[in-house]
């Protein structure tokens, strides 16, 4: 894979050499990938979303300025594919007939195994599409609170209260499912 900073390469991007995006496009696909499976629960949507996110970034790659992180750009843009596809939709979740992954495990459970993973796992996906959302970009991506606040166009302040009430919720339906 070629080096280069993700800035460095998006500005390529940015003055018409296209052909980086694909650089981008391997380095952030699995990530994307499983920002959108956490968030849909359906592995041919999540797919169809990571090409929209590319499609995205090279139609408004003059927007991208350079100034801020690739990656916090990158995932304004998948949230708001994300929120384009929920509201064609209605719900996170509109998978094909024969395709809905629900019972099945993500790489997570399985690496970690057993049944609290599983719990987890199922309480996340009673969440509201909101409270999901924050604590995938937290929890899963890894995400600063500042970098959601500028993904989610709200304050810091705002991002710490809305991750402290999804797992305060988390943590209740948790509790409800282990019963």
């Known amino acids: 894979m070629e080096s280069g900073s993700d800035n460095d390469v998006m ?22 990938f499983g920002y959108f499976y ?44 994300y929120n384009d596809h929920f509201k064609k939709n209605h719900t996170p979740s509109d998978c094909p007939p024969g395709i809905e992954m629900e019972d099945r495990r993500t790489a997570e459970s399985v690496i970690l195994g057993g049944e609290r993973a599983q719990l ?13 959302e924050i604590l995938v970009l937290s929890r899963f991506e890894g995400l600063k609170y500042k970098e959601i606040s500028e993904i989610m166009g709200c304050s810091e302040g705002a991002v710490k209260v809305r ?6 919720r988390l943590k209740q339906i948790y509790s409800e499912l282990e019963g």
């Open 11 to 32: 500005l390529e991007v940015r003055s018409g050499d296209v052909d980086k995006l694909g650089l981008l496009f391997e380095r952030y696909k699995v990530a994307l």
């Open 38 to 81: 956490r968030n849909t629960r359906c592995a041919e949507i999540s797919e169809d979303l990571v090409q929209n996110v590319f499609l995205r970034i090279l139609k408004y790659k003059a927007r991208f300025s350079g100034d801020g992180k690739f990656t916090t750009w990158m995932y304004h843009i998948a949230h708001n594919v």
């Open 120 to 132: 987890v796992e199922k309480a996340l996906y009673r969440l509201s599409k909101d409270q999901r």
């Open 163 to 168: 991750i402290f009430r999804a797992i305060m």
